[in-house]
T-cell receptor
Framework: KAGVTQTPRYLIKTRGQQVTLSCSPISGHRSVSWYQQTPGQGLQFLFEYFSETQRNKGNFPGRFSGRQFSNSRSEMNVSTLELGDSALYLC????????????FGSGTQLSVL | AQSVTQLGSHVSVSEGALVLLRCNYSSSVPPYLFWYVQYPNQGLQLLLKYTSAATLVKGINGFEAEFKKSETSFHLTKPSAHMSDAAEYFCAVTDTSGTYKYIFGTGTRLKVLA
């Protein structure tokens, strides 16, 4: 079975631009979550989608948004990029049960200059 | 609200020594608890999980963790460290109320000295 695939692997943007990151979950997984990882902050939860609906949301500004398609693939968008948005963005998929483990992609490393 | 605290952002041990990584949680409902490991340039992968079946949980690569409700702890241990254990370790909690929301700790970077 293919794992969680995130594209692109690396991105370099400048302040004020917007960016879209993509995540393809493991086949059969309907829940997709997004996390922002920065040194010292650990993983900060962005949002979680299930069956094309946002089910949970973290404490991030409205510049961060996402969506999920009918095939469970997900995208997240960050508008009006700021220097502080530089981070590793991780996507994780899971079977829809609370005690099930998350399967992570390798992430997209975003650098904002 | 749930939270996870990992004591020690960096831990160094000698090869062959005991590994102990600390995790304390706060949850208003019975929690599910997890330890994940992240190797350089990779995503996280599950080491082990606690879901109330047994308080001592064995995971992959010789790691285990013990759930102690009285101490609200879920510390990760391994009797003998190997060089390949060098990585970052994350403790996480989710609840049993069905929110499906994971809360991760800030991580502990383990360094193994030869």
């Amino acid at each position: 079975k293919a794992g969680v695939t995130q594209t692109p692997r690396y991105l370099i943007k400048t302040r004020g631009q917007q960016v879209t990151l993509s995540c393809s979950p493991i086949s059969g997984h309907r829940s997709v979550s997004w996390y922002q990882q920065t040194p010292g902050q650990g993983l900060q939860f962005l949002f979680e989608y299930f069956s094309e609906t946002q089910r949970n949301k973290g404490n991030f500004p409205g510049r961060f948004s996402g969506r999920q398609f009918s095939n469970s693939r997900s995208e997240m968008n960050v508008s009006t990029l700021e220097l502080g948005d530089s981070a590793l963005y991780l996507c994780a998929s899971s079977i829809d049960r609370a005690n099930e483990k998350l399967f992570f992609g390798s992430g997209t490393q975003l650098s904002v200059l | 609200a749930q939270s996870v605290t990992q004591l020690g952002s960096h831990v160094s041990v000698s090869e062959g020594a005991l590994v102990l990584l600390r995790c304390n949680y706060s949850s208003s409902v019975p929690p599910y608890l997890f330890w994940y490991v992240q190797y350089p340039n990779q995503g996280l992968q599950l080491l082990l999980k606690y879901t109330s079946a047994a308080t001592l949980v064995k995971g992959i690569n010789g790691f285990e963790a013990e759930f102690k409700k009285s101490e609200t702890s879920f510390h990760l241990t391994k009797p003998s460290a190997h060089m390949s254990d060098a990585a970052e370790y994350f403790c996480a909690v989710t609840d049993t109320s069905g929110t499906y929301k994971y809360i991760f700790g800030t991580g502990t970077r383990l360094k193994v000295l030869a």
